[in-house]
């Protein structure tokens, strides 16, 4: 089964600090993918990866980076939090280049910024 | 632009009543259709997807989908449902933009199944 970890489930960080959300997927996939859920908008997708040191904005990339310097493993990084980040964060991976192929996804983490 | 609009927020059914949770779509080409569910505090699971081929998909967990081009809809079905089947359901649309593969999520609908 393909897993995909994310190594925090609950973060609770404050205004201004700098966070790093890591996820790390286990079945060699090319392409990995972070969202945000939020209640009533569905997922939202911040940025993607298609390859290692690769990376493309999604649809929300403001207040957002990332990292993706192996292939298993790809990291969000919010430089400074603020409020309006506290969400629920999902990470996804999928194989090759097709629109055909399912997206794993890990268990989420949900971030509180206070 | 593709889209996928999911019109109710929340869906309530009795326990081996049928259920369905709608799914509408626009797309340009050819469609590539998905349902996925959310279980509390967990990540969304992959429950079954349209491709090609016959209308009616059948999925995980005795759910399937089908398939309606002329009105542009993807809903999900299940002849029986279960208190277990309590749970959020997303449907997404698939599609390369910017030639990547890209998946557009519909808000979710809640699925409450009483017993």
């Known amino acids: 089964d393909v897993k995909v970890t994310q190594s925090s489930r609950y973060l609770v960080k404050r205004t201004g600090e700098k966070v790093f959300l890591e996820c790390v997927q286990d079945m060699d996939h090319e392409n990995m993918f972070w969202y945000r859920q939020d209640p009533g908008l569905g997922l939202r997708l911040i940025y993607f990866?298609?390859?290692?040191?690769?990376?493309e904005k999604g649809d929300i990339p403001e207040g957002y980076s990332v990292s993706r310097e192996k292939k298993e493993r790809f990291s969000l990084i919010l430089e400074s939090a603020s409020t309006n980040q506290t969400s629920m964060y999902l990470c996804?991976?999928?194989?090759?280049?097709?629109?055909?192929?399912?997206?794993?996804f890990g268990a989420g983490t949900r971030l509180s910024v206070l | 632009a593709q889209s996928v609009a999911q019109p109710e927020d929340q869906v309530n059914v009795a326990e081996g009543n049928p259920l369905t949770v709608k799914c509408t779509y626009s797309?340009?080409?050819?469609?590539?259709l998905f349902w996925y569910v959310q279980y509390p505090n967990r990540g969304l699971q992959f429950l079954l997807k349209y491709i090609t081929g016959d209308n009616l998909v059948k999925g995980s967990y005795g759910f399937e989908a089908e398939f309606n081009k002329s009105q542009t809809s993807f809903h999900l079905k299940k002849p029986s449902a279960l208190v277990s089947d309590s749970a959020l359901y997303f449907c997404?649309?698939?599609?390369?933009?910017?030639?990547?593969?890209?998946?557009?999520f519909g808000a979710g609908t809640r699925l409450a199944v009483h017993p």
């Open positions: 997404a649309v698939s599609g390369f933009s910017g030639g990547y593969n890209k998946l557009i």
């Open positions: 996804a991976s999928s194989p090759g280049r097709t629109e055909k192929n399912i997206q794993y």
């Open positions: 990866s298609y390859d290692v040191k690769m990376k």
């Open positions: 797309v340009s080409g050819n469609p590539y």
